[in-house]
């Protein structure tokens, strides 16, 4: 999974509470994403980060934030998990915004 | 939606035959891409096709690109029972002329695809 790793790969929460799911990479990589995916949608982009501290929305944004403190992390947070935001997520990175992307393992969040 | 559309939705077929599957998109491109997710699994990146090129091969994969009628198909040649999996295309699509600004890819809901031992 070229250096990347999420954690934590599963979680349950209840539904209002705050929720962080965290991606990591060994590459030095400039560029990370975050998609969920859901059945009859594919991958959809959420957040990404284009560089330490440069942020930005992709098409489902809402109820979602991110932050990027190191390169090495990103952080995707969902400060009121909602039924709607069960989901598998994804993290990924690239080189450059253009090229091939490289996904991490997934995390699989289920909201009650 | 900028979102490309795979065809067929899902796809079986027997070991040692081709298969074949198509992807749509609706405004120009960068790049289209596409990826295979084993199942539970991360989506693992196959071929990349730059909207200058026509055809890109790597291995028993070949992808072919027609950015006149924004469309690409991938083909698995002499397919294998561990190419079980889903396929995505997605698309890089231009947020301006000067090509500045990261994007992140636009996927498609995949082709399922079966091969029958």
């Known amino acids: 999974d070229a250096g990347i790793t999420q954690s934590p790969r599963h979680k349950v929460t209840e539904t209002g509470t705050p929720v962080t799911l965290r991606c990591h990479q060994t590459?030095?990589?400039?560029?990370m994403y975050w998609y969920r995916q859901d059945p009859g949608h594919g991958l959809r982009l959420i957040h990404y980060?284009?560089?330490?501290?440069?942020?930005d929305k992709g098409e489902v944004s809402d109820g979602y934030s991110v932050s990027r403190s190191k390169t090495e992390d990103f952080l995707l947070t969902l400060e009121s998990a909602t039924s709607s935001q069960t989901s598998v997520y994804f993290c990924a990175i690239t080189t450059g915004g253009w090229d091939e992307q490289y996904f991490g393992p997934g995390t699989r969040l289920t909201v009650t | 939606s900028q979102q490309g559309e795979e065809d067929p939705q899902a796809l079986s077929i027997q070991e040692g035959e081709n298969a074949t599957m198509n992807c749509s998109y609706k405004?120009?491109?960068?790049?289209l891409q596409w990826y295979r997710q084993n199942s539970g699994r991360g989506l693992v990146h196959l071929i990349l096709?730059?909207?200058?090129?026509r055809e890109k091969h790597s291995g028993r994969l070949r992808v072919t690109l027609d950015t006149s009628k924004k469309s690409s198909s991938l083909l698995i040649t002499a397919s294998r029972a561990a190419d079980t999996a889903s396929y995505f295309c997605a698309t890089v699509h231009l947020i301006d002329s000067l090509g500045g600004g990261a994007d992140g890819l636009t996927f498609g809901k995949g082709t399922h695809l079966i091969i029958q031992p």
């Open positions: 590459e030095n990589h400039r560029y």
């Open positions: 096709i730059r909207s200058n090129e």
């Open positions: 405004t120009s491109i960068n790049n």
């Open positions: 980060s284009y560089g330490v501290k440069d942020t």
